[in-house]
């Protein structure tokens, strides 16, 4: 999206490559040592504005894309979005947590851990395709909070968002390092760096960060490129996969599921939170709306169509890996080539190896599609600089908000260990889902300036009632999970809440295109599904998400505030469109 007159020739003849201070703190309150000062004694006054403050439909579609100076290139289709769905999810996940979480938590039972998980993304899958269908911008979640929810909630999403990017390619950048010594027939750590540092952090592992920085390297040249060596991937793994099934049910062993629940229906539970890890990366389909030809036609394809196969999918390789041997003998670090290994095909160990390796390395390369472009949006926004924003001329990619994904991963993948990962990943990513549950009943119930307030009150009671219940069965469940004198209370008042939007509060708004159905009563469902599995992470996930949610409010209230108020109260509502652009704002607003 270019500017006009002279300031879009300026545009178009300054360098991508630049480092001035401008491109980095252009806002009014970092200019100067006394505006700054200023700006911070303003801080409870800039809060208050930027909490009850609401973007539009309009601004993040087409304002906020000027700010990335050249527009990215529309080339994808739902077959591109399709086989994205299928890399960006099939990794390390499945490869690695099913024998994991089936080993310590579940036993056989992991495979209703992965319904369960499965259940609760299928009910996010929703209300994100009805939000990239109405708002197709690269911002993701982040641009949906900002519309229904505000700055400050948006913010805080963001980060945790930002986090999931950053933890999740480690995460998988360190289960590659394992694969791939398995694949050269060595143990699992041979290729890391023991060191004296503590336990969880003292194995170093290059080989992950050369993995990170060559991912991000493809996926900076070209969309287009990257997309077609996904499909390559993606279409070997599929065999890898199809393999796996097949012969784990030709070696099965009826013997081996049982005992079927060995930990209880808690371990299930306590599972099923962990592999929500294994569902992760199908937001980042949402992200690359703004190069999506049609997006009301191809993101519900690419998201529900893929991620319905996803979940049959990993429930018939958890169960093949359950029924070729005991849940005690599943090797946590690299389940499925061990087992292979001990029912006589060691041959297949080397397959499934290079499937995983597979699987893991468009898990990387849809990741850094879709985070980069998260980052994009969110500086484009001014949360964090705007360099960040910036889209490369010739690429048509943002290079720079790549940079800043890929050495942060790298930094934690080569010092931290998956199981630390895993956890305060899956805790990032089900308070994403949530909040974005949330967002969808607000954005179905209260529009501005039509809503009358005695509904916006009504409508903010009632979700207060549902995340308090939720909140309420998720800590009952932890404290007795055989008990059920909490649940005559907590699961009543659930309903209730969800009732109480549905018969008193008239929707406020019908997509055009496509939407969540049985609204409210799935969004809510969502709402309960992701707080509950939230709830079954143990205390250590919550301590880390603690420490890593208070580092974002400091960074908020000493930056990113002062410079989206800056950002906000410079711009006087969009500015000259483009046809396209137009078009757009057309199907996307109400």
């Not at 930027?50 to 579609?61: A, F, K, M, P, Q």
């Not at 080993?103 to 851990?113: C, E, M, N, T, Y």
């Not at 909040?435 to 005695?454: G, N, S």
């Not at 205390?539 to 974002?552: D, E, H, K, P, S």
Request: net charge neutral; charged share 15%; hydrophobic share 50%.
């Amino acid at each position: 999206m270019g500017s006009t007159g002279e300031q879009g020739a300026e545009v178009q003849q300054r360098s991508y490559w630049r480092w001035s201070k401008q491109d980095f703190l252009p806002e009014e309150s970092f200019q100067s040592w006394g505006n700054y000062k200023y700006a911070l004694s303003q801080t409870h006054f800039r809060f208050m504005d930027r909490l009850i403050s609401r973007s539009h439909d309009g601004i993040e579609i087409c304002e906020l894309r000027k700010q990335s100076e050249n527009d990215m290139k529309r080339c994808l289709t739902w077959w591109d979005l399709t086989w994205f769905g299928f890399g960006a999810v099939i990794g390390a996940g499945i490869f690695v947590l099913t024998g994991q979480e089936a080993h310590k938590h579940a036993g056989p039972a992991i495979v209703l851990s992965y319904v369960a998980s499965g259940v609760s993304a299928m009910l996010s899958v929703f209300c994100y395709t009805e939000f990239a269908i109405e708002i197709p911008v690269a911002g993701g979640s982040f641009a949906y909070l900002r519309i229904e929810l505000g700055d400050f909630a948006a913010f805080i999403t963001a980060g945790n968002t930002l986090l999931e990017s950053i933890v999740g390619g480690a995460a998988v950048a360190r289960a590659w390092t394992s694969y791939f010594t398995t694949l050269l027939n060595r143990e699992p750590n041979s290729l890391r760096i023991h060191t004296n540092l503590r336990e969880g952090y003292n194995l170093l592992d290059p080989i992950a960060v050369a993995v990170l920085a060559t991912a991000a390297t493809i996926a900076s040249i070209s969309t287009r490129k990257t997309s077609v060596l996904n499909w390559i991937a993606s279409a070997i793994n599929t065999v890898v996969i199809l393999f796996v099934i097949i012969a784990g049910f030709a070696h099965a062993d009826a013997s081996n599921l049982k005992p079927f629940l060995p930990f209880g229906s808690e371990g299930i539970f306590k599972a099923a939170a962990v592999v929500y890890f294994a569902y992760g990366g199908f937001d980042n389909i949402a992200t690359m709306a703004e190069e999506t030809k049609n997006p009301s036609r191809d993101i519900p394809i690419g998201l529900l169509g893929s991620m319905s196969m996803i979940t049959i999918i990993y429930c018939l390789m958890a169960l093949s890996l359950c029924v070729m041997q005991p849940y005690t003998d599943i090797d946590p670090n690299a389940a499925y080539s061990v087992a292979f290994q001990r029912v006589g095909m060691k041959w297949a160990k080397y397959l499934v190896a290079l499937g995983a390796l597979k699987g893991m390395t468009t898990v990387l390369l849809v990741g850094a599609l879709g985070n980069a472009r998260y980052t994009t949006h969110i500086a484009r926004a001014h949360m964090i600089p705007p360099w960040f924003a910036l889209v490369h001329p010739k690429t048509g990619t943002p290079i720079n908000a790549n940079l800043l994904i890929v050495l942060a991963s790298a930094l934690i993948a080569l010092f931290s260990g998956l199981d630390i990962l895993s956890a305060l990943l899956s805790l990032s990513t089900l308070f994403v889902f949530m909040m974005m549950a949330v967002a969808l009943l607000v954005r179905r119930y209260y529009v501005r300036e039509i809503t009358p307030r005695k509904n916006l009150l009504m409508l903010v009671i009632f979700l207060l009632i549902i995340i308090a219940s939720s909140a309420g069965i998720s800590a009952y469940w932890g404290l007795k999970p055989n008990g059920w004198v909490g649940y005559v209370i907590t699961v009543p008042l659930w309903f209730l809440g969800t009732l109480g939007i549905s018969v008193l509060l008239p929707q406020q708004r019908t997509p055009k295109t496509w939407g969540v159905p049985l609204v409210p009563w799935l969004p809510s469902l969502s709402i309960a599904t992701n707080i509950f599995l939230m709830g079954s992470l143990g205390y250590q996930a919550f301590v880390r998400f603690g420490i890593c949610t208070l580092v974002m409010l400091v960074y908020y209230f000493f930056f990113g505030l002062h410079a989206t108020y800056d950002m906000a109260h410079q711009q006087h509502g969009p500015g000259p469109l483009k046809d396209n652009d137009e078009d757009t704002i057309g199907k996307a607003e109400p």
